[in-house]
């Protein structure tokens, strides 16, 4: 069996339950909500996340759903929802990406909506995330960075005590064409997370 068929036979228990979220992959569906989720973060999103200076496209937006379900069929990339568990509003993307299963690397991302800022559900996934990934895919190496002055994420990220491994000068392109510094993080383990309540996979 080749490496591609083998990584396809990979359990991944879905969904994570935290206290106050639901994080499941994304399925076709899900595109009207990120579009309106978008819509109402535009302003945030353009300061950090290069995927914006493709503009905004609900057509599109669907389509990206659609192809991160396959892509998590697939097992080459986990991109998650986060619903909030009294409401399932959607507040939160994120998800682990760029991973090795051989080696069992992983880099966590996210973005949370406008209306949801502010509410620790940064922080509160991320834990989870770290959590699922060293327990239920057998992780051996966590990775995070965030560009210079990008202090939202800087704050989560030190929150959860992961260790500054590098700053990469001038590595980081932002959607506006500068060039900044990148500073990249590193967990090799769950030690000291703030405590969390969670559990995975069905039932």
């Given amino acids: 069996m080749n490496e591609e068929n083998k990584n396809i036979l990979i359990d991944i228990p879905v969904p994570i339950v935290t206290p106050r979220l639901i994080l499941r992959p994304l399925q076709a569906g899900d595109g009207a909500a990120l ?8 302003e945030d999103l353009t300061q950090w996340m290069a995927w914006t200076d493709k503009g905004q496209d609900a057509d599109a937006d669907e389509a990206y759903v659609r192809n991160c379900h396959a892509e998590f069929i697939l097992r080459k990339d986990i991109t998650l929802l986060g619903l909030e568990k009294d409401t399932n509003r959607p507040v939160i993307w994120t998800g682990l990406h760029r991973f090795d299963w051989t080696l069992r690397h992983f880099e966590i991302g996210y973005w949370v909506r406008k209306s949801a800022q502010g509410q620790g559900y940064a922080t509160e996934s991320t834990n989870a995330l770290i959590r699922y990934a060293f327990n239920a895919l057998n992780a051996k190496r966590m990775k995070i960075h ?26 980081h392109e932002l959607p506006d064409g500068r060039i900044v510094d990148e500073y990249c993080y590193v967990r090799l383990n769950t030690d000291n997370l703030p405590p969390l309540d969670i559990h995975w996979g069905p039932g």
């Fill in 146 to 171: 965030h560009a210079k002055d990008n202090d939202a994420s800087r704050t989560v990220i030190e929150k959860l005590g992961f260790e500054r491994e590098a700053i990469k000068k001038q590595a």
């Fill in 35 to 42: 579009t309106a989720a978008k819509a109402e973060t535009w």
